[in-house]
């Protein structure tokens, strides 16, 4: 009921799912990313135990095959799951069950892999992945925005179009990028606004929030306030 990317950065290090479908809240359940592991989409009757067994597995060094078998071992379910990962050495894996709805399938790359299911055809998988391939100009939130958008444009989820999510891990332990449209006639686009909405209004921040190298971030409020005010708001710390 999907089609997803799952990649690695090789310039940054950076994890990232990108997954859209005719479904609610897709967000909510496919996309799962581990800083300094990898990242996981499962779909299509999606379970979402799966995601965090293929990262333990992954973190513990088996490669995203060996991961994805010993997750699916023990689910009954399995042939009409879909599931994909790369993992901190860009190695990827796909598996598609023998049960899921046509047409299913993936396409791995260099780093990266895109996987789908319930989809109008072949080509939503191949242009999402030879788009992302191509485009290794952009930066890693656009690319992925804009080989979601060559799927869609391939025809996409056979029944539709509903929700959308993208989600990015660099150096810390939660996502630098976490958006999701969970209904939308258009989500895609919707999904496209809402990252130039983070590229102005969240984007700058990055640098001064708690981090691992910082764990207490920017708390001078003198600076802080001087930022407020250059933003044109009249706001103090009590003190």
């Not at 319930?118 to 939503?124: A, F, K, P, Q």
């Not at 810390?172 to 895609?188: G, M, S």
């Not at 102005?200 to 640098?207: F, H, N, R, V």
Request: hydrophobic share 45%; glycine share 10%.
């Amino acid at each position: 009921m999907t089609w997803s990317i799952v990649a690695r950065d090789r310039s940054t290090g950076a994890f990232a799912v990108a997954v859209t479908t005719c479904n609610l809240a897709v967000g909510a359940a496919c996309p799962f990313l581990r800083t300094g592991v990898g990242a996981v989409s499962t779909q299509s009757m999606s379970n979402r135990y799966l995601g965090p067994a293929v990262l333990d597995a992954m973190a513990r060094g088996l490669s995203p095959q060996l991961a994805l078998d010993s997750a699916l071992a023990g689910d009954q379910g399995r042939g009409l799951r879909q599931i994909h990962a790369v993992d901190a050495q860009g190695r990827v894996a796909a598996f598609t069950g023998a049960n899921c709805v046509e047409w299913c399938g993936s396409v791995a790359g260099d780093g990266f892999s895109v996987a789908g299911n319930m989809l109008v055809g072949e080509r939503v998988v191949t242009e999402t992945a030879e788009v992302f391939a191509r485009r290794s100009d952009l930066p890693l939130p656009e690319r992925l925005m804009e080989a979601l958008h060559a799927g869609q444009a391939a025809g996409g989820d056979k029944r539709g179009r509903q929700s959308a999510a993208l989600v990015i891990t660099t150096t810390e332990d939660f996502p630098d990028i976490n958006l999701r449209v969970d209904d939308h006639a258009d989500p895609l686009v919707e999904l496209s606004r809402l990252l130039a909405l983070w590229r102005t209004q969240a984007e700058p921040g990055l640098s001064t929030r708690p981090s691992r190298a910082n764990p207490a971030g920017l708390t001078d409020m003198d600076e802080i306030e001087a930022g407020w005010r250059a933003r044109g708001l009249d706001l103090k710390f009590r003190r």
